[in-house]
């Protein structure tokens, strides 16, 4: 079982920067890949991005790309999202998850941080 807690959010005007944080703890974090998803008021949880355990791949949707960037520091047990060029339409909570079941079930969630950009 993985445990997950992210943080960093905030409120922020258009085109502002922000990075989050998520914190892992349980299983070995090195091997299970990471992503983050996020919940905009009145929608669906969408997919933002997700990183291989290595870190050495990562995947994002295509409204985020070339403004928001995945990474993981496995000794710190801890994935991040930098987004850049931030839009109103990115006001969400954004949650982190584990994918330790593999086949991008992830079966592990945390509970979410909020990120409101004001234009």
């Known amino acids: 079982q993985v445990q997950l807690v992210e943080s960093g959010g905030g409120l922020v005007q258009a085109g502002d920067s922000l990075r989050l944080s998520c914190v892992a703890s349980?299983?070995?974090?090195?091997?299970?890949?990471m992503a983050w998803f996020r919940q905009a008021p009145g929608k669906g949880r969408e997919f933002v991005a997700s990183?291989?355990?290595?870190?050495?791949?990562?995947n994002y949707a295509g409204f985020v790309k070339g403004r928001f960037t995945i990474s993981r520091d496995n000794a710190k047990n801890t994935v991040y999202l930098k987004m850049n060029s931030l839009k109103p339409e990115d006001t969400a909570v954004y949650y982190c998850?584990?994918?330790?079941?593999?086949?991008?079930?992830?079966?592990?969630w945390g509970q979410g941080t909020q990120v409101t950009v004001s234009s």
């Open positions: 998850a584990a994918d330790p079941l593999g086949g991008s079930t992830w079966s592990s």
């Open positions: 349980g299983r070995t974090f090195s091997s299970y890949a």
């Open positions: 990183i291989t355990w290595s870190g050495g791949s990562s």
